[in-house]
T-cell receptor, first 115, second 111 residues
Framework: DVKVTQSSRYLVKRTGEKVFLECVQDMDHENMFWYRQDPGLGLRLIYFSYDVKMKEKGDIPEGYSVSREKKERFSLILESASTNQTSMYLC??????????????FGAGSRLTVL | TQLLEQSPQFLSIQEGENLTVYCNSSSVFSSLQWYRQEPGEGPVLLVTVVTGGEVKKLKRLTFQFGDARKDSSLHITAAQPGDTGLYLCAGEGTSGSRLTFGEGTQLTVNP
Protein backbone atom coordinates (compact mmCIF):
# COMPACT_ATOMS: atom_id res chain seq x y z
CA ASP A 1 0.00 0.00 0.00
CA VAL A 2 1.47 3.32 -1.04
CA LYS A 3 2.22 5.70 1.73
CA VAL A 4 3.17 9.16 2.81
CA THR A 5 4.43 9.04 6.36
CA GLN A 6 4.71 12.05 8.64
CA SER A 7 6.93 11.23 11.56
CA SER A 8 5.16 13.26 14.24
CA ARG A 9 1.39 13.21 14.66
CA TYR A 10 1.30 15.65 17.57
CA LEU A 11 3.88 18.17 18.71
CA VAL A 12 3.85 20.84 21.39
CA LYS A 13 6.59 23.45 21.16
CA ARG A 14 7.37 26.78 22.80
CA THR A 15 7.61 30.11 21.05
CA GLY A 16 11.04 30.59 19.53
CA GLU A 17 11.90 26.89 19.27
CA LYS A 18 13.13 25.40 16.01
CA VAL A 19 10.73 22.78 14.70
CA PHE A 20 11.34 20.02 12.15
CA LEU A 21 8.48 18.21 10.47
CA GLU A 22 9.56 15.17 8.49
CA CYS A 23 7.76 13.52 5.59
CA VAL A 24 8.72 10.37 3.70
CA GLN A 25 6.99 8.82 0.67
CA ASP A 26 7.60 5.39 -0.80
CA MET A 27 6.01 5.93 -4.23
CA ASP A 28 9.04 7.36 -6.03
CA HIS A 29 7.04 10.54 -6.63
CA GLU A 30 8.82 13.54 -8.08
CA ASN A 31 6.59 16.17 -6.46
CA MET A 32 6.24 16.83 -2.76
CA PHE A 33 4.22 19.49 -0.97
CA TRP A 34 3.69 20.99 2.46
CA TYR A 35 0.28 22.47 3.31
CA ARG A 36 -1.18 23.90 6.45
CA GLN A 37 -4.85 23.38 7.23
CA ASP A 38 -6.85 25.77 9.36
CA PRO A 39 -10.64 25.79 9.89
CA GLY A 40 -12.46 27.83 7.27
CA LEU A 41 -9.29 28.43 5.26
CA GLY A 42 -8.90 25.09 3.53
CA LEU A 43 -5.44 23.90 2.57
CA ARG A 44 -2.82 26.55 1.94
CA LEU A 45 0.40 25.67 0.16
CA ILE A 46 3.57 26.54 2.07
CA TYR A 47 6.33 25.08 -0.11
CA PHE A 48 6.68 22.46 -2.80
CA SER A 49 9.42 20.61 -4.60
CA TYR A 50 9.56 19.12 -8.07
CA ASP A 51 12.92 17.44 -7.65
CA VAL A 52 15.73 16.71 -5.24
CA LYS A 53 17.38 19.86 -3.89
CA MET A 54 14.74 21.95 -5.61
CA LYS A 55 12.14 24.05 -3.79
CA GLU A 56 9.52 26.60 -4.70
CA LYS A 57 7.56 28.97 -2.49
CA GLY A 58 3.86 28.39 -2.21
CA ASP A 59 1.24 30.88 -1.12
CA ILE A 60 2.31 31.31 2.53
CA PRO A 61 6.08 30.61 2.83
CA GLU A 62 6.89 33.27 5.43
CA GLY A 63 8.33 31.80 8.60
CA TYR A 64 9.04 28.43 6.99
CA SER A 65 11.83 26.74 5.07
CA VAL A 66 12.17 23.30 3.52
CA SER A 67 14.79 20.74 2.65
CA ARG A 68 14.78 17.98 0.06
CA GLU A 69 18.10 16.16 0.09
CA LYS A 70 16.63 12.85 -1.06
CA LYS A 71 13.75 12.15 -3.44
CA GLU A 72 11.67 10.38 -0.81
CA ARG A 73 12.07 12.91 2.00
CA PHE A 74 10.75 16.45 2.32
CA SER A 75 11.25 18.36 5.55
CA LEU A 76 9.47 21.48 6.77
CA ILE A 77 11.40 23.71 9.14
CA LEU A 78 10.10 26.43 11.42
CA GLU A 79 13.22 28.39 12.35
CA SER A 80 11.57 30.18 15.27
CA ALA A 81 8.09 28.92 16.03
CA SER A 82 5.36 31.43 16.78
CA THR A 83 1.85 30.96 18.17
CA ASN A 84 0.28 31.80 14.80
CA GLN A 85 1.96 28.72 13.38
CA THR A 86 -0.23 26.49 15.51
CA SER A 87 -1.96 24.40 12.89
CA MET A 88 -2.37 21.05 11.18
CA TYR A 89 0.46 20.44 8.69
CA LEU A 90 -0.12 18.07 5.80
CA CYS A 91 2.54 16.61 3.56
CA UNK A 92 1.61 15.27 0.14
CA UNK A 93 3.28 13.80 -2.91
CA UNK A 94 2.34 13.32 -6.54
CA UNK A 95 3.73 12.26 -9.85
CA UNK A 96 3.39 14.46 -12.94
CA UNK A 97 3.10 11.38 -15.15
CA UNK A 98 0.59 8.69 -15.95
CA UNK A 99 -3.14 8.35 -15.47
CA UNK A 100 -3.03 9.59 -11.89
CA UNK A 101 -0.90 12.59 -12.73
CA UNK A 102 -0.95 15.36 -10.15
CA UNK A 103 -3.27 13.53 -7.80
CA UNK A 104 -2.08 14.13 -4.26
CA UNK A 105 -1.42 11.37 -1.77
CA PHE A 106 -1.45 12.88 1.70
CA GLY A 107 0.09 11.91 4.98
CA ALA A 108 -2.04 11.72 8.11
CA GLY A 109 -0.94 15.16 9.25
CA SER A 110 1.11 16.67 12.05
CA ARG A 111 -0.78 18.77 14.55
CA LEU A 112 1.54 21.42 15.93
CA THR A 113 0.74 23.54 18.97
CA VAL A 114 3.02 26.45 19.76
CA LEU A 115 2.68 27.81 23.29
CA THR B 1 -4.02 33.50 -7.94
CA GLN B 2 -6.89 31.19 -8.80
CA LEU B 3 -9.63 30.95 -6.19
CA LEU B 4 -12.15 28.21 -5.55
CA GLU B 5 -15.23 29.00 -3.48
CA GLN B 6 -16.85 26.03 -1.89
CA SER B 7 -20.36 26.01 -0.40
CA PRO B 8 -21.84 25.37 1.99
CA GLN B 9 -19.07 25.44 4.57
CA PHE B 10 -21.09 23.32 7.02
CA LEU B 11 -23.90 20.86 6.38
CA SER B 12 -25.70 18.77 8.98
CA ILE B 13 -28.40 16.43 7.68
CA GLN B 14 -30.30 13.31 8.64
CA GLU B 15 -29.54 9.88 7.27
CA GLY B 16 -31.36 9.28 3.99
CA GLU B 17 -31.40 12.90 2.84
CA ASN B 18 -29.80 14.14 -0.37
CA LEU B 19 -27.29 16.96 -0.55
CA THR B 20 -25.19 18.93 -3.01
CA VAL B 21 -21.87 20.66 -2.47
CA TYR B 22 -20.71 23.34 -4.88
CA CYS B 23 -17.29 24.46 -5.98
CA ASN B 24 -17.12 27.66 -8.04
CA SER B 25 -14.45 29.81 -9.62
CA SER B 26 -14.03 32.54 -12.20
CA SER B 27 -10.96 30.68 -13.49
CA VAL B 28 -10.77 27.76 -15.90
CA PHE B 29 -9.22 24.56 -14.61
CA SER B 30 -7.73 21.73 -16.61
CA SER B 31 -9.13 19.27 -14.09
CA LEU B 32 -11.01 19.24 -10.80
CA GLN B 33 -10.38 16.81 -7.99
CA TRP B 34 -12.60 15.95 -5.02
CA TYR B 35 -11.14 14.67 -1.77
CA ARG B 36 -12.68 13.48 1.48
CA GLN B 37 -10.93 13.85 4.81
CA GLU B 38 -11.90 11.98 7.97
CA PRO B 39 -10.85 13.11 11.45
CA GLY B 40 -7.20 12.41 12.19
CA GLU B 41 -6.38 11.54 8.61
CA GLY B 42 -5.19 13.28 5.48
CA PRO B 43 -7.50 13.91 2.51
CA VAL B 44 -8.11 10.98 0.18
CA LEU B 45 -8.97 11.36 -3.49
CA LEU B 46 -12.53 10.50 -4.48
CA VAL B 47 -12.55 11.42 -8.16
CA THR B 48 -10.96 13.54 -10.87
CA VAL B 49 -13.04 15.20 -13.60
CA VAL B 50 -11.28 16.45 -16.69
CA THR B 51 -13.74 17.18 -19.49
CA GLY B 52 -16.24 20.04 -19.45
CA GLY B 53 -19.71 18.63 -18.76
CA GLU B 54 -18.30 15.36 -17.47
CA VAL B 55 -20.34 13.39 -14.95
CA LYS B 56 -18.82 10.65 -12.82
CA LYS B 57 -20.60 8.40 -10.38
CA LEU B 58 -19.09 6.66 -7.38
CA LYS B 59 -21.87 4.58 -5.77
CA ARG B 60 -24.19 7.21 -4.21
CA LEU B 61 -21.89 10.12 -5.10
CA THR B 62 -22.27 11.99 -8.39
CA PHE B 63 -19.65 14.47 -9.51
CA GLN B 64 -20.11 16.96 -12.32
CA PHE B 65 -17.65 19.31 -14.02
CA GLY B 66 -19.17 22.45 -15.47
CA ASP B 67 -19.25 22.92 -19.25
CA ALA B 68 -16.82 25.84 -18.99
CA ARG B 69 -14.57 23.94 -16.53
CA LYS B 70 -14.97 26.70 -13.93
CA ASP B 71 -17.21 24.90 -11.46
CA SER B 72 -18.09 21.50 -10.10
CA SER B 73 -20.65 19.87 -7.88
CA LEU B 74 -20.84 16.81 -5.67
CA HIS B 75 -24.25 15.28 -5.08
CA ILE B 76 -24.82 12.59 -2.48
CA THR B 77 -27.99 10.53 -2.62
CA ALA B 78 -29.44 8.98 0.52
CA ALA B 79 -26.60 10.09 2.76
CA GLN B 80 -25.32 7.72 5.42
CA PRO B 81 -23.39 8.38 8.65
CA GLY B 82 -20.32 6.92 6.95
CA ASP B 83 -20.39 9.86 4.53
CA THR B 84 -19.51 12.21 7.39
CA GLY B 85 -16.28 14.08 6.74
CA LEU B 86 -14.66 17.14 5.22
CA TYR B 87 -15.11 17.35 1.46
CA LEU B 88 -12.53 19.35 -0.47
CA CYS B 89 -12.47 20.37 -4.11
CA ALA B 90 -9.16 21.17 -5.78
CA GLY B 91 -8.58 22.65 -9.20
CA GLU B 92 -5.53 22.13 -11.37
CA GLY B 93 -4.62 25.24 -13.32
CA THR B 94 -4.17 25.19 -17.06
CA SER B 95 -0.51 26.21 -16.81
CA GLY B 96 0.85 23.87 -14.21
CA SER B 97 0.37 21.11 -11.71
CA ARG B 98 -0.24 23.17 -8.58
CA LEU B 99 -3.65 22.60 -7.07
CA THR B 100 -5.92 25.30 -5.67
CA PHE B 101 -8.12 24.05 -2.85
CA GLY B 102 -11.55 25.22 -1.81
CA GLU B 103 -12.25 25.97 1.86
CA GLY B 104 -13.96 22.63 2.38
CA THR B 105 -17.47 21.47 3.33
CA GLN B 106 -17.85 19.79 6.71
CA LEU B 107 -20.64 17.25 6.31
CA THR B 108 -22.29 15.57 9.27
CA VAL B 109 -24.86 12.86 8.63
CA ASN B 110 -26.87 12.06 11.73
CA PRO B 111 -28.35 8.57 12.19
Amino acid sequence: DVKVTQSSRYLVKRTGEKVFLECVQDMDHENMFWYRQDPGLGLRLIYFSYDVKMKEKGDIPEGYSVSREKKERFSLILESASTNQTSMYLCASSSPYGTGANVLTFGAGSRLTVL
Amino acid sequence: TQLLEQSPQFLSIQEGENLTVYCNSSSVFSSLQWYRQEPGEGPVLLVTVVTGGEVKKLKRLTFQFGDARKDSSLHITAAQPGDTGLYLCAGEGTSGSRLTFGEGTQLTVNP
